[in-house]
């Protein structure tokens, strides 16, 4: 079982994605500042078969707006806003601050810097229970409680309220010393050994009971999450990248061939595509699809986000491509695999061959070396522009990649053209 952090709108998509579990439990959740766990993700995550679970805090909240559409809620909170009472309070459960607290940075820990007014409820019902206050004390230290901003509810506040009085005063902040759980972390460990118990089962999770709409809305978050996604290279796909332009003619060629690479038909979904690349790469069995994403650096999860960005290109050309669409554009040619170990062997021998010689051409010396520009051609090429010609970002990315096939000669690649690209 995985623990996140406090989850905020997308934190639910993004994991569903990332790690492609049968089953999530939601506990915590920002709000406030911060927008909160997005109803339209849970319902997404239940319409793509995971089961979802909430309790405690965000999570009662949302088990308890979403229970009819399948989403499991746990424990004593939830069952208080999805029945609009807690315990024999008169008044209404429903409000979000019930369950909010004031906590500290990540660094921190989350350290919880106020007590949640559900808390402070469920120990007052407690003390009650136990004869340490009466039921009418109860409800006007609950109100009072109640009619604190969030941040400033604590048991410390409770025991100081002028209410308090002689020995229920004492009574009270001894039995909250000897007695007093949070009930948040009682349904949080309900919620954990709920999922235990069902994930044991193997069951699949139940059919969802409606049909997910993909609105406009969803559609731009998910296009510009696929955005933010594409933008982040791992480190060994960055290391393919830098090596790949250690080669500036094969390099302008492979980013425009990527950049003509054909997606899918507008009317193709991802898992079509998928299917249909499969079939073309002889990829038929389980065992064969894991052998070549193991060889390409894949989970399951890395696999779906590949072919909805092929799906998505909907045919579209953009040339060059992106470094993102030129590690697609090599997975998907079984090119990858090769790519990545060269990258590799040529950063063994950089890092065990250090250089340091006493004369370090220039890059202009370097470009004609190699054929990036023609010194004796009539107006020959300024750095800058052959930069643009083959496609690097400006002409210093091109003077980087130079020197660095220069260290790799002196490494011992004597023939780079040769190697297989």
């Not at 559609?219 to 332009?245: H, K, M, N, Y």
């Not at 260290?407 to 690209?421: I, P, S, W, Y």
């Amino acid at each position: 079982m995985r623990i996140l952090p406090p989850a905020a709108q997308g934190d639910l998509y993004r994991a569903i994605l990332d790690h492609r579990p049968r089953a999530v439990g939601i506990v915590d959740g920002y709000f406030h500042q911060v927008p909160s766990v997005w109803h339209r993700e849970v319902l997404w995550a239940m319409s793509e078969g995971v089961a979802v679970f909430g309790a405690a805090s965000m999570g009662a909240l949302r088990a308890a707006e979403l229970c009819d559409f399948g989403m499991v809620g746990v424990g004593r909170v939830f069952e208080a806003y999805r029945d609009g009472r807690y315990g024999s309070f008169p008044e209404l459960f429903e409000n979000d601050d019930e369950v909010a607290v004031l906590h500290g940075p990540p660094e921190t820990g989350f350290l919880r810097l106020s007590d949640a007014l559900v808390d402070l409820r469920q120990g007052l019902i407690e003390a009650s229970d136990a004869g340490v206050i009466s039921a009418a004390l109860r409800d006007r230290l609950a109100a009072e409680a109640a009619a604190l901003p969030y941040g400033e509810r604590s048991a410390e506040a409770l025991l100081a309220s002028p209410s308090l009085e002689g020995e229920a005063a004492q009574a009270l902040r001894l039995w909250w010393e000897r007695g007093y759980e949070s009930q948040k972390r009682r349904d949080a460990i309900a919620l954990i050994a709920r999922m235990e118990a069902w994930l044991s089962t193997g069951e699949p999770a139940p059919p969802p009971s409606f049909v997910f709409q993909r609105a406009g809305v969803w559609e731009a978050f998910v296009a510009g999450e696929a955005r933010r996604r594409a933008e982040t290279l791992s480190p060994d796909e960055q290391l393919v990248i830098d090596d790949l332009q250690l080669d500036p003619p094969a390099w302008a060629a492979l980013r425009r061939a990527a950049g003509r690479e054909p997606g899918g038909s507008l009317a193709e979904d991802a898992r079509d595509c998928l299917l249909r690349w499969r079939e073309s790469r002889g990829l038929r069995s389980r065992p064969a699809l894991d052998a070549w994403m193991a060889a390409n650096g894949l989970d399951q999860a890395g696999l779906a986000a590949l072919f909805e960005r092929v799906a998505r290109r909907g045919g579209a050309h953009v040339t060059p491509a992106g470094f993102r669409d030129v590690i697609d554009h090599l997975r998907i040619t079984d090119r990858y695999a090769a790519a990545l170990a060269r990258a590799r062997r040529h950063a063994e021998l950089l890092s065990a061959n250090p250089d340091a010689p006493p004369a370090r051409p220039s890059a202009m010396s370097l470009a004609e070396r190699y054929g990036v520009i023609d010194a004796s051609a009539l107006g020959a090429e300024t750095l800058e522009r052959a930069a643009r010609r083959l496609c690097y970002g400006d002409a210093s990315a091109l003077a980087q990649a130079l020197e660095m096939r220069r260290k790799l000669e002196l490494a011992g690649v004597a023939d780079f053209e040769r190697e297989a690209r």
